[in-house]
């Protein structure tokens, strides 16, 4: 009777110490996480500008950079809305490209 007791608490205490162990690393994932992530600060409102007041360029990581002309400040775009706002961009000067050759 004994050695089931013993043999019993053996197989729990391994079982403990899995659970432990996987808590353990989650909460070290996760703080790890909120300690190096940077909060970012997002606009809610729309800005209009006009071709003239900004000058758009791209970075070594396709992120799109549109500076502002007057102010000489600067917003950085992800590599998905860079590459559509040049495909568009793209479009609309190829469509009036072949409209004056027709």
Do not use: P
Request: aromatic share 12%; proline share 0%; charged share 20%.
């Amino acid at each position: 009777m004994k050695e089931k007791i013993l043999d019993l608490v053996k197989k729990s205490f391994i079982y403990v110490i899995l659970v432990f162990s996987c808590m353990a690393s989650f909460a070290i994932g996760y703080f790890y996480r909120t300690m190096n992530t940077k909060s970012v600060e997002c606009k809610t409102e729309v800005e209009r500008v006009k071709k003239g007041q900004v000058n758009l360029a791209i970075d070594q990581n396709n992120n799109l950079i549109m500076i502002n002309l007057q102010t000489g400040s600067y917003t950085i775009y992800e590599d998905s809305i860079g590459n559509t706002i040049f495909s568009l961009y793209a479009k609309n000067v190829w469509g009036q490209h072949t409209k004056v050759n027709q």
